[in-house]
């Protein structure tokens, strides 16, 4: 849905749009595609947090869960223990029980809490290459003033685009992986040359 809207509102700016900012500017209409996110997971210095997290998830997070399983047990047995002397006192067993309710939540939803924490820690992590990705995009859109940035995956047909990931790259002096230079016009082409054979 966000893709037929996305496209929409691309052929609506360039049928009313695109003549009078040619007009105006006296230039074409440029249009760029970029992600900030595909950027820095290309970045050579990404893989230490890649290998950080995996740390993380395995050491931390899964002592955490260790942790939460072992008071589990522990609170399990407790109130087993308790029930079969039969003179503890309701308050006690009760605060036990919730105590247990608790860990059997944090067990229950051990996926998404430890997902959340691995997201977090990844972005911390990772915020400073962001903030220098953030600034060289924002000087390659100095330089080159576009009209319009799409997302690699939001571009179908249509008019000619510029891939401005080999453009930031430059601009940080770091050498990407070959896959994010593809020339996104030869590759619409190939891929329409590709179903033509079909």
Not at 105 to 130: E, F, G, H, V
Not at 158 to 181: D, R, Y
Request: charged fraction near 20%.
């Amino acid at each position: 849905m966000k893709k037929v809207l996305l496209a929409a509102v691309c052929v609506t700016a360039l049928s009313f749009g695109g003549s009078k900012i040619n007009a105006q500017t006296g230039s074409a209409f440029k249009v760029g595609v970029f992600d900030i996110d595909l950027m820095v997971r290309a970045l050579p210095d990404y893989r230490a947090v890649d290998s950080l997290t995996q740390l993380y998830e395995r050491d931390t997070l899964g002592s955490e869960y260790q942790v939460y399983l072992s008071e589990w047990h522990r609170l399990d047995s407790t109130l087993q223990a308790d029930s079969a002397k039969g003179s503890i006192p309701k308050s006690v067993m009760d605060y036990n029980n919730q105590q247990k309710q608790q860990m059997g939540m944090q067990l229950t939803y051990w996926q998404q809490i430890a997902q959340n924490k691995s997201d977090q820690y990844r972005s911390n992590l990772s915020a400073p290459l962001y903030q220098k990705v953030v600034a060289a995009y924002k000087k390659v859109l100095t330089t080159k003033k576009y009209n319009l940035i799409l997302k690699p995956d939001s571009y179908e047909v249509g008019f000619p685009i510029e891939n401005m990931f080999p453009l930031v790259a430059k601009e940080m002096n770091v050498t990407l992986p070959p896959g994010l230079l593809v020339d996104p016009n030869q590759a619409l082409n190939d891929a329409g040359a590709a179903s033509g054979k079909n």
